[in-house]
């Protein structure tokens, strides 16, 4: 079944840390893709999103993501992490190539920064 | 401006009794959608909504669900008869609706947190 992977349930990460959360997507064809965040106590929000040209995108708070369309991967990444980035983290898909438009969510990583 | 809100925050209900969840998209968004957010099942979609075309319904688990769109804008979500296992948070989001294919970004609600005891 068409699907998106998101390869780590649960990260710990001290202050400072570089972060990589990965993500897989099994989708064929022109994919639009993206990371929403959820803080604690708050609603999904946009991070990044990719729809075609430079495959690194860079989103708020100083993430940013790497579309590898030979992997199928959109994987995110951050230099330093902060405390605030304490979140549940989303990757999601939108495989044109589909009638549908609804977007595809991977299982979702949740992040604790430690200070 | 606004983004999109939904009613009521919060909901406990009883087991068989029918709920209706509230979704105010961003204004001039035409396209609207219904997911869920559960334990174990992570992000589902429900329910899409694009203009005066008819709805996606692709994603509805059971035909207890349903949902209707008035003039566009508003939509609601219904669950009848609920189950034990429709406790989720139900979120609604929008998007420009410039049709299949286009660079569309997909803005979050707040969600609808049910609880079927």
């Known amino acids: 079944a068409q699907s998106v992977s998101q390869h780590n349930h649960h990260v710990i990460l001290s202050e400072a840390a570089s972060l990589e959360l990965g993500c897989n997507y099994s989708y064929g064809g022109t994919v639009n893709l993206f990371w929403y965040v959820q803080y604690p106590g708050q609603h999904l929000q946009l991070l990044l999103k990719?729809?075609?040209?430079?495959?690194l995108v860079k989103g708020i708070k100083g993430f940013e993501a790497e579309f590898i369309k030979s992997k199928f991967s959109f994987n995110l990444r951050k230099p330093s992490v902060q405390w605030s980035d304490t979140a549940e983290y989303f990757c999601?898909?939108?495989?044109?190539?589909?009638?549908?438009?609804?977007?595809?969510f991977g299982k979702g990583t949740s992040l604790l920064v430690t200070p | 401006g606004a983004g999109v809100s939904q009613s009521p925050s919060n909901k406990v209900t009883e087991k068989g009794k029918d709920v209706e969840l509230r979704c105010d998209p961003i204004?001039?968004?035409?396209?609207l959608y219904w997911y869920r957010q559960s334990l174990g099942q992570g992000l589902e979609f429900l329910i899409y909504f694009q203009g005066n075309s008819a709805p996606d319904k692709s994603g509805l688990p059971s035909d207890r669900f349903s949902a209707e769109r008035t003039g566009g804008s508003v939509s609601t979500l219904t669950i009848q008869r609920t189950q034990q296992e429709d406790s989720a948070v139900y979120l609604c989001?929008?998007?420009?609706?410039w049709g299949w294919g286009a660079q569309e970004t997909q803005y979050f609600g707040p969600g609808t947190r049910l609880l079927v005891l």
């Open positions: 204004s001039g968004h035409t396209a």
């Open positions: 990719y729809f075609s040209g430079d495959p």
């Open positions: 999601a898909v939108n495989p044109l190539s589909n009638s549908g438009y609804a977007l595809n």
């Open positions: 989001a929008s998007s420009l609706g």
